[in-house]
């Protein structure tokens, strides 16, 4: 079965929930994405759980930032579940980035540039020197010169990011949604997930636009995956 560069984004407060989600597409997804909420809840044995029921990737989004010492043993905590990826805030510095990279050398240690989050407002506010973009892009330079295999960055930024960082660095970019589904809830700046690959990025990370179809049972759910995905393939 050839899985789409899909990153199933696996928000829900119920290790059940998530389990049958998995279950239910990960013929069509490459990733599946558990976050801090998820992590902290469930721990490892809800990793291992949700990797018994699929051979796709595990993206551990646990946005690391410490000193270096404190993000090694961190990230050395995590290895026994061989994620795939695990996101680590570039602003932490190249030292930091190189720290977890070092503890984990199986794993694409993935920096997160600047919370899309925030305003331009915001970020001039904290003190960044430059704008959102123009930081965003120094941020994510650090992060691959300190041995990030990827980033993760807005579909809006994909283009200058990839020109300033090279083909071989993994950009995954959330904010995409399907054209039926654009302006119908609170991800603003879209791009469809095609256009997102095709502006340079080779993962998406999708949350509701397939997880709602649940409301419809499983087979519905698998059926949503399926189609989003045929198109990226
Ligand atoms: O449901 P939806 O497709 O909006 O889910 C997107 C996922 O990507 C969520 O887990 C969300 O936290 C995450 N995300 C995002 N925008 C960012 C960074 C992460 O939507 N800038």
């Known amino acids: 079965m050839n899985k789409a560069p899909i990153v199933l984004a696996v928000d829900t407060p119920s290790?059940?929930?998530?389990?049958?989600?998995?279950?239910?597409?990960?013929?069509?997804?490459?990733?599946?994405?558990?976050?801090?909420?998820?992590?902290?809840?469930?721990?490892?044995?809800?990793?291992?759980?949700?990797?018994?029921?699929?051979?796709?990737?595990?993206?551990?989004?646990?946005?690391?930032?410490?000193?270096?010492?404190?993000?090694?043993?961190?990230?050395?905590?995590?290895?026994?579940?061989?994620?795939?990826?695990?996101?680590v805030h570039a602003s932490g510095g190249g030292a930091m980035v190189k720290a977890a990279v070092?503890?984990?050398?199986?794993?694409?240690?993935?920096?997160?540039?600047?919370?899309?989050?925030?305003?331009?407002?915001?970020?001039?506010?904290?003190?960044?020197?430059?704008?959102?973009?123009q930081s965003a892009v120094n941020l994510a330079k650090i992060a691959v010169s300190a041995g990030a295999g990827a980033i993760v960055c807005s579909p809006l930024e994909i283009s200058a990011m990839r020109q300033q960082v090279g083909t071989s660095p993994i950009i995954i970019t959330p904010g995409v949604r399907p054209l039926d589904m654009v302006g119908t809830d609170d991800q603003q700046r879209t791009m469809t997930p095609k256009a997102a690959i095709n502006a340079g990025a080779n993962l998406v990370v999708i949350g509701r636009p397939i997880t709602q179809s649940w409301t419809q049972g499983a087979q519905a759910m698998k059926e949503r995956a399926q189609e989003i995905g045929a198109d990226l393939i």
């Open 102 to 133: 070092d503890a984990l050398p199986s794993t694409k240690v993935t920096g997160v540039t600047i919370l899309t989050s925030l305003s331009e407002a915001d970020v001039s506010e904290i003190g960044f020197a430059s704008a959102a973009l």
């Open 15 to 87: 290790l059940e929930t998530a389990i049958e989600w998995v279950k239910a597409t990960q013929d069509h997804v490459s990733v599946f994405k558990l976050g801090l909420e998820f992590f902290l809840t469930f721990g490892a044995e809800g990793v291992k759980a949700i990797q018994g029921v699929t051979d796709s990737d595990i993206f551990l989004d646990l946005k690391l930032h410490d000193i270096p010492h404190t993000v090694s043993g961190a990230a050395k905590a995590v290895a026994h579940m061989a994620p795939k990826f695990l996101t």
